[in-house]
C-alpha cells in the first residue's frame, strides 16, 4: 500500500509542469544563502543575480511559450491547469518582478533598510502568483492567494521608520483580512452546497473548479450557491480594489514603497483579474444572470469613483492608486464583455500589457524623483523636471501618455480594444461611462505632466511659488535602459503590435 | 442522550461567548474565549468529527489564546476608558437584530433538515480519519502544503525585517 502510494503521487505531481515558479522559489532561498555566505562588501551582487536569474527564466519561458503546456491539460491531481493564458500570466509576473527588482535598487538606496529580503519577498510572491493565475481548485487557489497577501502585507510596511508605511500595512492587514474571510465564506458556501450528493451533480471534490462548474450546471438559480458566487466576487473586488471594495487603495498606495506600490499596482491587479477570469468565464458561466449584473454595478461604480476622486489629488502615489482603480473599472467591462465576445479576453491582456510598460515608465521615474520620506512625493516636486531632468521627463510624458490613452501609445490600443469589445458585446451604457471616465482623466494626467513641463503657474499673490526640494538620484545605466525599453514599447506596441497583437486577437 | 448534549454544550458555547464581550477584565474575556473554543470542540466531537476538535484545542485554546492572554498581561490593559454611547451604537444594535430575526425566520420556515432528501453515502468522509488526512495532505495536495512552506517562510522573514534593531544598518550597503 505505501509503495503504491508513493508511486501515485510520484506520478501525479508533474513538478516539471511548474518548473518556473520552482525556480523562482529556489532563486528566492539562493538569495538568502548568499547573503549569509557573501562578505559584506559584495552585497551589491545580490539584487544583479536575482534580475539576471529572472531574465534567464523568462527567456526560457517565452522560448518555450506553447510546448510548456502540450499534451495534459490539469496537472497535480487537477489542482493546476496549464492553458495558453496562464503562460502569458506566468510571462507578465515575471516581467513585473524584473522591473519591481530594478525600482527597488533604486529605492532602497535612499533608505538604511535590509536589502536581501525585499528582493526574496518579490520572488515568492511572483511564484504564488503564477499558481495563482494557473489554480483549477479551491485549496490552491486560496494558499497561493494568501502567500501573494502575507508577502503584500511585509512589502507595504517594509520602509519601517516612516510612520506612513507601517500604517498602510496594519490598514492593508485589517482589510485583507476582511476580504480573505469573504472569500473563505463563499468558497465554504459552495464547497458545502456542491457537496451535497442528494443535489443533482453534487460530487465528493467540489472544490474542484470542473467539479464545482458541473454542479452549478446542475443546479441553476440554488440561492446559497448564489450567496457563496457573490461573496467570492466581493473577496476578488477587494483585491482588485472595485468599488465598494475600494477603500484601502489610497492609504497602502501612499504609505508603501515605491516599487511595493508598482507592484501592487501592475501584479496583484492582473492577478485579480486572471481570477476574476477563471471565475466567472470557467467556473460561474451557469450564474451568468447573476454575476453579469453584480459586475456591471461595480465597473461602472469603479470606473467615474476612481476617475473622479483623482481629478483632486496631489499626491502622486495617491492619484496613481485612485486612477488605478478606474483602470480596474475599464478591465471589469472586458471581464463582462468576454461573456459575449472571445476578443474580450485578448483584449483583457493586451491592457495590462499596456498598462504594465506605462506604470513601470511612471514608476520608475517617481522612484527616482523621490526624496528619502518615501510617501511624500507631491505634484510640486516635479517642477521644472524637464529642464533639470530631461530625460525623466520625457519617460514620464510618455507612460503618463499611454495611461491616458492618447493615441500613438499603447494604452490607446488598450482600450480601444476593450471598448470595441464591449461594443460587440452590446454593452452601451457602460461604454458611455467609460469614455466619460478616460476623457475626465486626461485632465489629471495632463496635469501632472504640466507640473513636470512647465514651472509651477499659482495664481500670483506677489509670492514666488514655494519651490519644493527634490532630491533626484541620477539614473544608473540598466536603470537608464530599462526605462528606455519601456517607453519605447509602449510606443511601439501601439504602432505595431506585431506577433504579440496576433496572439491576442487568434484568442 | 445526544440532543441533550447537544443543548448542553451549545448553551455553553454561548454563554462563554456572551462573556468574551460583555467581561471588563480582558484577561477574563480571553480565558471565557477560551472556554468558548472548548464548547465548540466539544460540540465537533458530537459531529464524529474528532480530529477537528482536536486541532481546535490544540491550536486555537491552546496556542492562540494563550499568546493572546500573554499580550493582554504584557501591555496590563486593564479597564480603560468607558466610551460614551453613540448613535451609530444604536443603529448597528437595530442592524445585528433584525438581521437575527431574518435568520432564525429562515430557520423556521426553509431550514426543516427533515424535509432533506436522505443522504446517498453513508460513508464517513475521507478527510475525517487522521491518517486518510495525512496521506492526502502527503499525496492530492501535496503542492499547496509545499507553498504553505513558503508562506511560513516569507512570514517568519516578515517578522524579522519588522521587528530587528536597526544598530549597525549603516553599513549595509
Given at each position: 500500500m505505501p509503495i503504491e502510494l508513493l508511486q501515485q503521487a510520484a506520478a501525479n505531481n508533474e513538478w516539471l509542469a511548474i518548473t518556473p515558479e520552482l525556480m523562482l522559489g529556489l532563486t528566492a532561498l539562493l538569495l538568502l544563502v548568499l547573503e549569509l555566505i557573501l562578505p559584506k562588501a559584495k552585497h551589491g551582487l545580490i539584487p544583479v543575480a536575482a534580475i539576471v536569474i529572472q531574465v534567464v527564466i523568462a527567456v526560457s519561458l517565452a522560448l518555450n511559450f506553447n510546448t510548456a503546456?502540450?499534451?495534459?491539460?490539469?496537472v497535480f491531481n487537477g489542482l493546476l491547469r496549464l492553458s495558453a493564458d496562464g503562460q502569458f500570466l506566468r510571462l507578465f509576473f515575471l516581467v513585473c518582478s524584473i522591473f519591481v527588482c530594478l525600482l527597488g535598487t533604486v529605492s532602497l538606496a535612499k533608505q538604511r533598510m535590509p536589502r536581501v529580503e525585499f528582493y526574496h519577498l518579490v520572488l515568492v510572491i511572483t511564484a504564488a502568483m503564477m499558481l495563482l493565475a494557473q489554480s483549477n481548485h479551491f485549496v490552491m487557489f486560496f494558499v497561493a492567494l494568501e502567500t501573494v497577501t502575507v508577502g503584500f502585507y511585509i512589502l507595504v510596511s517594509y520602509?519601517?521608520?516612516?510612520p506612513l508605511s507601517l500604517e498602510a500595512g496594519l490598514k492593508y492587514l485589517v482589510m485583507g483580512a476582511l476580504s480573505s474571510s469573504l472569500l473563505l465564506f463563499g468558497i465554504v458556501l459552495l464547497y458545502g452546497v456542491a457537496g451535497?450528493?442528494?443535489?443533482?451533480?453534487?460530487?465528493?471534490?467540489?472544490?474542484n473548479f470542473d467539479q464545482l462548474r458541473g454542479f452549478l450546471e446542475a443546479n441553476p438559480g440554488n440561492f446559497l450557491a448564489s450567496v457563496g458566487i457573490v461573496l467570492v466576487l466581493a473577496g476578488v473586488a477587494f483585491k482588485i480594489g472595485a468599488v465598494p471594495f475600494q477603500i484601502w487603495i489610497p492609504d497602502v498606495y501612499q504609505g508603501a514603497p515605491t516599487p511595493v506600490t508598482a507592484f501592487l499596482a501592475v501584479a496583484s491587479k492582473a492577478a485579480g483579474f486572471a481570477v476574476l477570469l477563471i471565475l466567472t468565464q470557467r467556473v460561474f458561466t451557469p450564474y451568468q444572470n447573476l454575476v453579469i449584473p453584480v459586475l456591471a454595478v461595480m465597473a461602472g461604480a469603479t470606473i467615474l469613483f476612481g476617475n473622479l476622486a483623482a481629478l483632486t489629488q496631489h499626491n502622486v502615489k495617491r492619484l496613481i492608486g485612485l486612477s488605478g482603480i478606474s483602470h480596474a473599472g475599464y478591465l471589469m467591462i472586458g471581464v463582462i464583455a468576454a461573456y459575449r465576445e472571445p476578443l474580450a479576453v485578448g483584449a483583457i491582456w493586451f491592457y495590462l500589457s499596456a498598462y504594465l510598460l506605462a506604470s513601470f515608465a511612471v514608476f520608475g521615474v517617481m522612484a527616482h524623483v523621490a526624496g528619502s520620506n518615501d510617501a511624500d512625493q507631491e505634484l510640486d516636486h516635479y517642477a521644472n523636471l524637464a529642464k533639470e531632468q530631461p530625460f525623466l521627463a520625457a519617460i514620464l510624458a510618455i507612460g503618463l501618455g499611454s495611461l491616458a490613452g492618447i493615441p500613438p501609445l499603447a494604452g490607446f490600443m488598450g482600450k480601444l480594444l476593450i471598448f470595441v469589445a464591449a461594443f460587440k458585446a452590446g454593452l452601451y451604457p457602460l461604454l458611455a461611462i467609460a469614455v466619460g471616465g478616460v476623457v475626465i482623466s486626461i485632465y489629471y494626467y495632463f496635469g501632472w505632466i504640466k507640473a513636470a513641463f512647465f514651472?509651477?503657474?499659482?495664481?500670483?499673490?506677489?509670492?514666488?511659488?514655494?519651490?519644493a526640494t527634490r532630491v533626484c538620484t541620477p539614473v544608473a545605466g540598466w536603470v537608464r535602459v530599462a526605462l528606455i525599453v519601456l517607453a519605447v514599447s509602449s510606443v511601439l506596441l501601439g504602432f505595431y503590435p506585431g506577433a504579440f497583437g496576433q496572439w491576442v486577437l487568434a484568442h | 442522550m445526544a440532543d441533550s448534549l447537544f443543548y448542553l454544550f451549545a448553551f455553553f458555547t454561548v454563554a462563554c461567548a456572551v462573556g468574551v464581550v460583555a467581561n471588563k477584565n480582558a484577561v477574563n474575556a480571553a480565558m471565557c474565549l477560551m472556554l468558548c473554543l472548548m464548547g465548540i470542540a466539544s460540540l465537533f466531537v458530537l459531529l464524529d468529527a474528532y480530529l477537528l476538535a482536536a486541532l481546535l484545542v490544540l491550536v486555537y485554546a491552546g496556542a492562540v489564546v494563550a499568546l493572546f492572554l500573554f499580550i493582554v498581561m504584557l501591555l496590563?490593559?486593564?479597564?480603560g476608558v468607558k466610551r460614551p454611547f453613540k448613535k451609530m451604537t444604536a443603529v448597528a444594535s437595530v442592524a445585528s437584530l433584525a438581521l437575527m430575526l431574518v435568520g432564525v425566520t429562515m430557520i423556521k420556515t426553509r431550514g426543516q433538515l427533515s424535509s432533506l432528501p436522505a443522504p446517498v453515502g453513508t460513508t464517513a468522509p475521507v478527510g475525517a480519519v487522521l491518517k486518510n488526512y495525512a496521506e492526502l495532505l502527503f499525496t492530492t495536495y501535496l503542492l499547496p502544503v509545499q507553498v504553505i512552506g513558503f508562506l511560513l517562510l516569507i512570514a517568519m522573514l516578515g517578522v524579522i525585517v519588522l521587528s530587528k534593531k536597526f544598530a549597525g544598518m549603516g553599513d549595509i550597503k
Amino acid at each position: 500500500m505505501p509503495i503504491e502510494l508513493l508511486q501515485q503521487a510520484a506520478a501525479n505531481n508533474e513538478w516539471l509542469a511548474i518548473t518556473p515558479e520552482l525556480m523562482l522559489g529556489l532563486t528566492a532561498l539562493l538569495l538568502l544563502v548568499l547573503e549569509l555566505i557573501l562578505p559584506k562588501a559584495k552585497h551589491g551582487l545580490i539584487p544583479v543575480a536575482a534580475i539576471v536569474i529572472q531574465v534567464v527564466i523568462a527567456v526560457s519561458l517565452a522560448l518555450n511559450f506553447n510546448t510548456a503546456f502540450s499534451g495534459t491539460d490539469t496537472v497535480f491531481n487537477g489542482l493546476l491547469r496549464l492553458s495558453a493564458d496562464g503562460q502569458f500570466l506566468r510571462l507578465f509576473f515575471l516581467v513585473c518582478s524584473i522591473f519591481v527588482c530594478l525600482l527597488g535598487t533604486v529605492s532602497l538606496a535612499k533608505q538604511r533598510m535590509p536589502r536581501v529580503e525585499f528582493y526574496h519577498l518579490v520572488l515568492v510572491i511572483t511564484a504564488a502568483m503564477m499558481l495563482l493565475a494557473q489554480s483549477n481548485h479551491f485549496v490552491m487557489f486560496f494558499v497561493a492567494l494568501e502567500t501573494v497577501t502575507v508577502g503584500f502585507y511585509i512589502l507595504v510596511s517594509y520602509f519601517r521608520e516612516s510612520p506612513l508605511s507601517l500604517e498602510a500595512g496594519l490598514k492593508y492587514l485589517v482589510m485583507g483580512a476582511l476580504s480573505s474571510s469573504l472569500l473563505l465564506f463563499g468558497i465554504v458556501l459552495l464547497y458545502g452546497v456542491a457537496g451535497n450528493r442528494g443535489l443533482p451533480g453534487g460530487s465528493a471534490d467540489s472544490m474542484n473548479f470542473d467539479q464545482l462548474r458541473g454542479f452549478l450546471e446542475a443546479n441553476p438559480g440554488n440561492f446559497l450557491a448564489s450567496v457563496g458566487i457573490v461573496l467570492v466576487l466581493a473577496g476578488v473586488a477587494f483585491k482588485i480594489g472595485a468599488v465598494p471594495f475600494q477603500i484601502w487603495i489610497p492609504d497602502v498606495y501612499q504609505g508603501a514603497p515605491t516599487p511595493v506600490t508598482a507592484f501592487l499596482a501592475v501584479a496583484s491587479k492582473a492577478a485579480g483579474f486572471a481570477v476574476l477570469l477563471i471565475l466567472t468565464q470557467r467556473v460561474f458561466t451557469p450564474y451568468q444572470n447573476l454575476v453579469i449584473p453584480v459586475l456591471a454595478v461595480m465597473a461602472g461604480a469603479t470606473i467615474l469613483f476612481g476617475n473622479l476622486a483623482a481629478l483632486t489629488q496631489h499626491n502622486v502615489k495617491r492619484l496613481i492608486g485612485l486612477s488605478g482603480i478606474s483602470h480596474a473599472g475599464y478591465l471589469m467591462i472586458g471581464v463582462i464583455a468576454a461573456y459575449r465576445e472571445p476578443l474580450a479576453v485578448g483584449a483583457i491582456w493586451f491592457y495590462l500589457s499596456a498598462y504594465l510598460l506605462a506604470s513601470f515608465a511612471v514608476f520608475g521615474v517617481m522612484a527616482h524623483v523621490a526624496g528619502s520620506n518615501d510617501a511624500d512625493q507631491e505634484l510640486d516636486h516635479y517642477a521644472n523636471l524637464a529642464k533639470e531632468q530631461p530625460f525623466l521627463a520625457a519617460i514620464l510624458a510618455i507612460g503618463l501618455g499611454s495611461l491616458a490613452g492618447i493615441p500613438p501609445l499603447a494604452g490607446f490600443m488598450g482600450k480601444l480594444l476593450i471598448f470595441v469589445a464591449a461594443f460587440k458585446a452590446g454593452l452601451y451604457p457602460l461604454l458611455a461611462i467609460a469614455v466619460g471616465g478616460v476623457v475626465i482623466s486626461i485632465y489629471y494626467y495632463f496635469g501632472w505632466i504640466k507640473a513636470a513641463f512647465f514651472p509651477s503657474s499659482l495664481p500670483s499673490g506677489g509670492e514666488p511659488a514655494p519651490v519644493a526640494t527634490r532630491v533626484c538620484t541620477p539614473v544608473a545605466g540598466w536603470v537608464r535602459v530599462a526605462l528606455i525599453v519601456l517607453a519605447v514599447s509602449s510606443v511601439l506596441l501601439g504602432f505595431y503590435p506585431g506577433a504579440f497583437g496576433q496572439w491576442v486577437l487568434a484568442h | 442522550m445526544a440532543d441533550s448534549l447537544f443543548y448542553l454544550f451549545a448553551f455553553f458555547t454561548v454563554a462563554c461567548a456572551v462573556g468574551v464581550v460583555a467581561n471588563k477584565n480582558a484577561v477574563n474575556a480571553a480565558m471565557c474565549l477560551m472556554l468558548c473554543l472548548m464548547g465548540i470542540a466539544s460540540l465537533f466531537v458530537l459531529l464524529d468529527a474528532y480530529l477537528l476538535a482536536a486541532l481546535l484545542v490544540l491550536v486555537y485554546a491552546g496556542a492562540v489564546v494563550a499568546l493572546f492572554l500573554f499580550i493582554v498581561m504584557l501591555l496590563d490593559m486593564q479597564g480603560g476608558v468607558k466610551r460614551p454611547f453613540k448613535k451609530m451604537t444604536a443603529v448597528a444594535s437595530v442592524a445585528s437584530l433584525a438581521l437575527m430575526l431574518v435568520g432564525v425566520t429562515m430557520i423556521k420556515t426553509r431550514g426543516q433538515l427533515s424535509s432533506l432528501p436522505a443522504p446517498v453515502g453513508t460513508t464517513a468522509p475521507v478527510g475525517a480519519v487522521l491518517k486518510n488526512y495525512a496521506e492526502l495532505l502527503f499525496t492530492t495536495y501535496l503542492l499547496p502544503v509545499q507553498v504553505i512552506g513558503f508562506l511560513l517562510l516569507i512570514a517568519m522573514l516578515g517578522v524579522i525585517v519588522l521587528s530587528k534593531k536597526f544598530a549597525g544598518m549603516g553599513d549595509i550597503k
